[in-house]
Structure formats: structure tokens, C-alpha cells
């Protein structure tokens, strides 16, 4: 039986539902009910908002929230991540879609299926590579400029539901564009309801937590529960209005007929065109859900103490899009609002998911003829305020003072996601994240360094006052060595050796920032090595890396070094400098 490096069976590492589940107990299921509860009756107005968002009839939103919960609860190593539909894939879905100029409801459908499908394999392959570090790949001003890019974008595309009146764009400046041109034709009696939704809502969050704690002495995580379920308040009140006073027949988009019963289940099939055009999207769909996600799971693990698995994690996420795409879905992720309201709710294991999809699985089959009454306007509102709370200018600013770099990587982030679009957005943001490292690294800080007196530590002698010796020279390299910047740092060394010409008889390396020096800057160490011999001068190492030290050792390097390697960097000044000085005797 294959086991892992810690004793567990590999079986049993692939279904942490049997570890878990082993465990399980009355305590257990009495949290996980309570969060189930609530946590359903947050997802039922945001599933149908989010289905919605994307384009898709409002029974996908449902769909989607059903089986993945159950696929994660299998595969899953966070006790409280909640699966589903959330903002940001919701709108990628919805851009890549939307470019393939399906006119039908039912291919557009099994398009946002087929996405899902695709996303799902990729995870899953992914998983079985243990690629989970490829959430390092997007750095966190990327992801954030790139959420508040797409928060913008989404509540500014939900106007036209506000409003009442038609509107396209897949960009800020095709949808500004088309709302100017529809607000001729502005459906008052919408625009109020929508209004009212909205203050409605924002009342929920900035005030209603207060007064709750205040004036009826609820406790803050109580507060903040209700707080978060309040959108179905708006749901029911709205679907009620829109009844009673007939709302439809004034003009105001209502959500309809929406199927009742169980999801539909069955393999998406289209066409290989579709296919080839869906590959992209579903890379950046796979790339930014799993690192929404596993933020998710990691900071709400953390607060209990416990760690999730990243590698599994991919399993997990690629079980739940399959899961998705099978049963009339689109592509999920975990949602940080759903998993903090299932977190402070009480769930105490994914079993709270599972629980959360049979309470869907009943709503989808006995409370869908309740919704055709539901506005639009009530779930763009929904919208509004959700994404809103993700959008964070401040980053900008923060990203300015700090770093002019990581400044470039979010500010082409939310200028392209918002202008050109959400794919082009995070890929320039990616390629400028990387663009960046590449011309970082390339140019090395090297910085002569001096011993402190009294010490045997050894500091910059541009920012301290430390001990020189004319006839060495010490050079610590601050960066790994490899071909990109190889050829800068050969420079660097072989300038200042011209610099010291007459007195200068040693050169150490200090090593102690090297983790890694490659070929091409072995070839570049070889070369300098040889060029120091011809002016007299010895090439020292100090504080190399044992794994460095391996790497040089299966090369004829050292053989031919023209000086020696030190354990440290005072060895190397104290040996080094008394060879200079003059015997006593």
C-alpha cells in the first residue's frame, strides 16, 4: 500500500472525507446543520444573482451550488470552504461566453458547461502534478488590482438592471457608452425599486449590525449573521411587491418561469470550434478560482489552527467544476463571503456543504415557482453590494509608496481589466508581474561589504562604518545567479577589481544570499576566475549554501579556482589580510 511521507495512505490522502468522517460526531452535526441553515438561505438570492451576472437563466446559479458542495465535501481538505458561484468567475464566465456568438439560450448553457468541464479537467491535472504552488504564479497586488478592476466592472454592468433598460459592453467604455445611449428609455418604476433595494442593502451592511448589538444586545457574530442572510429579506419583500401590485405589467423585468425540480444530468457536448475558443478563458478561470479559493480555505484554516492541503485542494475544486458541468452548472470556486458566513455559522466539517446541497436541491424543487415574481432590479442589487466590498483603491496608493514596481503590476491590471477586458487585464498583470522579476533579478544588488569593528559581522561600507583592507575586497551578491543576470554581475566584479588595480590581490564572493547559480553564471564565475589570475588577483568563495555547494562540486570550478572556499565571511577577512601583513620576525 503506497503511503505518504507521513504514514498516510495515499487512498486515504485523496479522500479526506474518510479521515474526517471517521471522526464524526453529534457535536459535529449540530454545528453543521446550524451553518447549513444559514448558509442556504444566503445562497438561493446570490446563486440566481450570480447566474444572472454571467448571462445564464437564474436555475444555473442553483445548479451550480448543488453537486460541487458535494463533490468538495468528498475531496476537500477545508472544514468550512463553501463551493459555488461567485463574482469574478461569474464575470469571466459571462466575457468568455458572450465572444462566442451563440444565440441560443440552451448552447449558451452548454457553453458555460463545457467551460466549467474544461476548468474542472485542467484542476484536476494539475492536482495529480502537485502544482498547488501555482498560486505563487499571481502576486497578491495582481490579484487585488484584478478583483477591484472586476468589482467595478460588475456593478457598473448591473446598472442596466437598475435602470431598466437594455445595455452591452465586455469593457468599462462600451458599457458607460451603451448606458448613455438607453437612459432615454429609463423605467422609472424599476429605477425606484432598484433604489430602494440598494439603500436597503447598504442599510444591512453599515448600519444594521449596530443597531442589532446596540439596541436589542445581539452579539456580534450574531449581528453579522443576520446581516449577511439579509438579502433574502430583499428577495421575498421585492417578489411580494412585484405581486401584489402587479409590477410586470408596468414595465419592470421580472426573473419568470424558472424550472422546477432536480438539476439535469448529462455530458455538455459542442462543437470543436467552441472548444478551441473556450481553452484560454478556462486556464484563467482554473488560475484565478483556485487562488480566490485556496486564500479562502488557508486564512479561515489558520483561525482554527488547522492547514489544508494546496495540491488536494486542486482535486477538490476540479471535482466540484465536473461536478458543475454535469449537472447543468457553470464554473465555481470558493467564495470568500459564503465560506466566512459558513465559518462564524458554526461548521465543523464539509459535511456542512453536503448538508447546504440538500437544502438547495429542496428550494430548487419547491420554491422555484415562488421566484417568477423576482426582479431583476432586486438581484443586480444584490450584486452591487456584493462586489462593491471587494473593490480596493487604496491599493494603489499603498502598492505607490511601497514598491514602483508592484505600482506597474496594479495599475496595468485595472486599467486593461477595466478598458479592454477581464482576460486581458489579468494576463497583462501576470506577464508585468513576471516582466518585472525578470529585469529585478537581472541586475543584481552587489554590495562591497567591510567587517564592523569589534565583530565578526560584515556590512554594506556604503551605510556603515566598518574595516577595509586595500589589498581585498569583499562583494556580497544579494540575489541567485543565473543567465539573466550572469552577465551583469561579471561586470560588477570585474569593474571594481579595475577600480582597485595596484593594491588588490583577493576578490571574495560572499555567497551567504546565493541560493542557486546556474550554468550560464557558472560559465560567468569561470570567466572571471581567469581573468583575475591574469591581473595577479585571487577569486574567493565564503558562506556558500550546502546545495550550491553540491552543484559546484560536479564542476571542474573549484578544481581550477585561482583562491579558496570560507566557511565564513570572517574566516575568509581574518586568513585573507593577515597574509598581507608583514612576519614579526
Known sequence: MTKTASGTPQWKKLFPILTWGAAYNRQDLGGDVTAAVIVTIMLIPQSLAYALLAGLPAEVGLYASILPLVAYAIFGTSRVLAVGPVAVVSLMSASALSSLGLESVSDYVAASAVLALMSGGLLVAMGALKLGVVANLLSHPVIAGFITASGLLIAVSQA???????????????????????????????????????????????????????????SKLAAGTIVRVGPVFAVFGTIALSWGLDLPALGVSVVGTVPTGLPPLGLPTLDSSVLTALIGPAVLITIIGYV?????????????????????????????????????????????????????????????????????????????????????????????????????????????????????????????????????????????????????????????VGQVPGSQHFRNIDRHQVLTDPTLVTLRIDESLYFANARRMEELILDRVHRGAGQLRHVVLMCSAVNEIDLSALESLE??????????????????????????????????????????????YEKLTKDQKPDPS
Not at 438592471?161 to 437594455?166: F, Q, T
Not at 458599457?175 to 442599510?203: C, D, E, H, K, R
Not at 492541503?309 to 452548472?329: F, W
Not at 446541497?357 to 456584493?386: D, E, Q
Open 292 to 448: 480566490e479559493s485556496v486564500s479562502v480555505a488557508q486564512t479561515l484554516a489558520a483561525k482554527r489552527r488547522q492547514k489544508i492541503d494546496p495540491n488536494q485542494e486542486l482535486t477538490a475544486l476540479g471535482a466540484a467544476n465536473i461536478a458543475s458541468a454535469l449537472s447543468g452548472g457553470y464554473a465555481v470556486t470558493g467564495g470568500f463571503a459564503r465560506s466566512v458566513v459558513n465559518f462564524d455559522a458554526g461548521a465543523r466539517t464539509p459535511a456542512a456543504g453536503a448538508l447546504t446541497a440538500i437544502g438547495l436541491t429542496l428550494a430548487a424543487i419547491y420554491l422555484t415557482p415562488y421566484l417568477y415574481f423576482l426582479p431583476t432590479a432586486t438581484l443586480a442589487a444584490t450584486i452591487i453590494v456584493a462586489v462593491l466590498s471587494l473593490v480596493d483603491l487604496s491599493i494603489l496608493k499603498t502598492a505607490w509608496n511601497y514598491s514602483r514596481a508592484d505600482f506597474a503590476a496594479v495599475f496595468v491590471t485595472v486599467v486593461l481589466t477595466l478598458l479592454v477586458g477581464v482576460e486581458t487585464g489579468v494576463g497583462a498583470g501576470v506577464a508585468t508581474s513576471i516582466a518585472l522579476f525578470l529585469w529585478k533579478t537581472s541586475r543584481p544588488h552587489v554590495a562591497e
Open 527 to 572: 570567466a572571471i576566475n581567469h581573468q583575475l589570475a591574469d591581473l595577479g588577483v585571487q577569486l574567493h568563495l565564503s558562506e556558500v549554501k550546502g546545495p550550491v555547494m553540491d552543484r559546484l562540486k560536479r564542476s571542474h570550478f573549484l578544481d581550477d579556482l585561482s583562491g579558496e572556499v570560507f566557511l565564513s565571511q570572517n574566516c575568509a
Open 160 to 218: 442596466k438592471h437598475i435602470l431598466g433598460i437594455k445595455a452591452s459592453g465586455h469593457n468599462l467604455i462600451e458599457i458607460l457608452g451603451s448606458l448613455g445611449q438607453g437612459l432615454g428609455q429609463v423605467n422609472f418604476v424599476t429605477l425606484i425599486l432598484g433604489l430602494g433595494v440598494l439603500a436597503f442593502l447598504f442599510w444591512l451592511r453599515l448600519g444594521l449590525s449596530d443597531l442589532l448589538q446596540g439596541k436589542f444586545g445581539l
